[in-house]
Nanobody, 124 residues
Framework: QVQLVESGGGLVQAGGSLRLSCAAS????????MGWFRQAPGKEREFVAA????????VYADSVKGRFTISRDNAKNTMYLQMNSLKPEDTAVYYC?????????????????WGQGMQVTVSS
């Protein structure tokens, strides 16, 4: 079992930056690949970024490539998402997730544990 708690969301102006954190507890953090997803009102949950157990491999959605950076600190059991050059279309509830695999995954169905989600709002 893994418990995931997100933090760092909020309101920011277009062009600004936010850093999301996902703290994990309850199991061996290095055993899991991790990911970020988001869900806007009226839309399905979509993949944002994922990272392997070691942090050596990352995958990004085309919509965030070059603007967002995913990372993890296994000593702190924490994953991060640095979001730069934010756009109004980045507005959504952001979720972190853990998958009992070593390589990054992009489908929601491949993840075993989810955080509660937190709001990120980008104003124009």
């Amino acid at each position: 079992q893994v418990q995931l708690v997100e933090s760092g969301g909020g309101l920011v102006q277009a062009g600004g930056s936010l850093r999301l954190s996902c703290a994990a507890s309850g199991s061996t953090f290095v055993s899991y690949a991790m990911g970020w997803f988001r869900q806007a009102p009226g839309k399905e949950r979509e993949f944002v970024a994922a990272i392997s157990w070691s942090g050596g491999s990352t995958v990004y959605a085309d919509s965030v490539k070059g603007r967002f950076t995913i990372s993890r600190d296994n000593a702190k059991n924490t994953m991060y998402l640095q979001m730069n050059s934010l756009k109004p279309e980045d507005t959504a509830v952001y979720y972190c997730a853990a998958a009992r695999v070593l390589r990054p995954r992009v489908r929601t169905t491949e993840y075993d544990y989810w955080g509660q989600g937190m709001q990120v709002t980008v104003s124009s």
